[in-house]
């Protein structure tokens, strides 16, 4: 027996638009995919507004979607599928689930049953409440190893704060609410998934920024797809977040800056040689500074023109590049079971 709530739901269209869009990126969860879809629609029950469940299956190799698609006629449930032609990574993932998002809210939650439905009606009221763009789940009492995954993530978090200005007490945690309207200015690539704090605060101020501590369960079935070679990759991936966070549309003004400075370390080396070998008569030919300001001059030339370059395909990109960073194989939901 569907309830007002639930019949208002199924039949949400452009006069009735859909307010919360859940995205919940899946891989290889076949024995989770089920009791995470009933967790989720246990817990939006009394949600007052429209909401839908977006599901993305990455490329899994197990009986996740099949699992997953025995729910799209369920009553009371606005369900989609994406299935994704491989494993694209859960940053792309997430991105296809933006892209096919309708509602003026999105969430985003992990598929492993670890975050909590249970937390998005509070979080979306906060949201609101606090007039925010952007709100972050904080698994204040998180239930995972101490070595493999706390002492990392805390090393991690300290250093995305402190490099982007965003400070937030849990950057990994996927359970967040996003305003569509920003979230869908962002374009996520590589692995960004981990930094999209940082990448809102480059749209709006950090101030509309927020975090709100929520349930964090430990992991039921399957097993984690990170291990401790995750922090490598978070380093690296925090580099390419500083350069394009400060320089992603000037990186001419960062090659240039090296190759200035560089170059200007260059001319001071080889003034002091030229008065020590012209002036005060010393041999400077096999002197090692003659070689350092040679090849320093050479790195300000190579810099400053790596600088132009950059800006010449910087340009090119922001004018022609449109292209997702996913491939979309299907798209299932209860109108079009095999779209």
């Given at each position: 027996?569907?309830?007002?709530?639930?019949?208002?739901?199924?039949?949400?269209?452009?006069?009735?638009?859909?307010?919360?869009?859940?995205?919940?990126?899946?891989?290889?969860?076949?024995?989770?995919?089920?009791?995470?879809?009933?967790?989720?629609?246990?817990?939006?029950?009394?949600?007052?507004?429209?909401?839908?469940?977006?599901?993305?299956?990455?490329?899994?190799?197990?009986?996740?979607?099949?699992?997953?698609?025995?729910?799209?006629?369920?009553?009371?449930?606005?369900?989609?599928?994406?299935?994704?032609?491989?494993?694209?990574?859960?940053?792309?993932?997430?991105?296809?689930?933006?892209?096919?998002?309708?509602?003026?809210?999105?969430?985003?939650?992990?598929?492993?049953?670890?975050?909590?439905?249970?937390?998005?009606?509070?979080?979306?009221?906060?949201?609101?409440?606090?007039?925010?763009?952007?709100?972050?789940?904080?698994?204040?009492?998180?239930?995972?190893?101490?070595?493999?995954?706390?002492?990392?993530?805390?090393?991690?978090?300290?250093?995305?704060?402190?490099?982007?200005?965003?400070?937030?007490?849990?950057?990994?945690?996927?359970?967040?609410?996003?305003?569509?309207?920003?979230?869908?200015?962002?374009?996520?690539?590589?692995?960004?998934?981990?930094?999209?704090?940082?990448?809102?605060?480059?749209?709006?101020?950090?101030?509309?920024?927020?975090?709100?501590?929520?349930?964090?369960?430990?992991?039921?079935?399957?097993?984690?797809?990170?291990?401790?070679?995750?922090?490598?990759?978070?380093?690296?991936?925090?580099?390419?977040?500083?350069?394009?966070?400060?320089?992603?549309?000037?990186?001419?003004?960062?090659?240039?800056?090296?190759?200035?400075?560089?170059?200007?370390?260059?001319?001071?080396?080889?003034?002091?040689?030229?008065?020590?070998?012209?002036?005060?008569?010393?041999?400077?030919?096999?002197?090692?500074?003659?070689?350092?300001?040679?090849?320093?001059?050479?790195?300000?030339?190579?810099?400053?023109?790596?600088?132009?370059?950059?800006?010449?395909?910087?340009?090119?990109?922001?004018?022609?590049?449109?292209?997702?960073?996913?491939?979309?194989?299907?798209?299932?939901?209860?109108?079009?079971p095999d779209a």
């Amino acid at each position: 027996m569907q309830t007002t709530a639930e019949s208002n739901r199924l039949h949400a269209n452009a006069a009735h638009p859909v307010e919360l869009s859940l995205v919940v990126p899946v891989f290889n969860e076949e024995d989770s995919v089920g009791p995470l879809i009933e967790r989720i629609t246990q817990s939006m029950a009394e949600f007052a507004g429209s909401w839908e469940l977006i599901l993305i299956d990455d490329g899994s190799t197990d009986a996740t979607l099949v699992n997953a698609r025995t729910y799209l006629q369920q009553d009371g449930l606005i369900l989609r599928i994406v299935e994704l032609q491989r494993n694209f990574g859960q940053t792309a993932a997430m991105q296809a689930g933006i892209d096919a998002a309708t509602g003026r809210l999105i969430a985003t939650m992990d598929g492993d049953l670890q975050n909590d439905p249970k937390d998005i009606p509070a979080m979306v009221a906060e949201l609101e409440r606090r007039d925010l763009d952007l709100l972050v789940g904080w698994r204040k009492d998180r239930q995972d190893g101490l070595l493999l995954r706390k002492i990392p993530s805390w090393c991690a978090n300290y250093l995305i704060g402190r490099t982007t200005g965003v400070k937030l007490h849990d950057y990994g945690c996927s359970l967040k609410i996003y305003r569509t309207a920003i979230i869908k200015q962002v374009k996520l690539m590589g692995e960004m998934h981990r930094f999209i704090p940082a990448w809102v605060a480059s749209v709006v101020p950090s101030s509309r920024i927020g975090e709100m501590a929520v349930t964090h369960h430990a992991r039921a079935h399957g097993k984690s797809k990170y291990g401790i070679s995750r922090t490598f990759r978070v380093i690296l991936d925090l580099l390419s977040v500083m350069f394009f966070m400060r320089y992603k549309a000037r990186p001419g003004h960062f090659f240039g800056s090296l190759g200035l400075g560089f170059g200007a370390l260059a001319m001071l080396i080889m003034a002091y040689l030229f008065v020590d070998k012209f002036i005060m008569g010393n041999d400077i030919g096999t002197r090692p500074m003659l070689m350092v300001g040679v090849v320093l001059l050479l790195a300000s030339v190579q810099m400053v023109t790596t600088g132009i370059l950059a800006e010449m395909i910087a340009r090119n990109y922001y004018r022609d590049d449109d292209s997702p960073n996913y491939i979309v194989r299907k798209i299932f939901d209860r109108d079009l079971p095999d779209a």
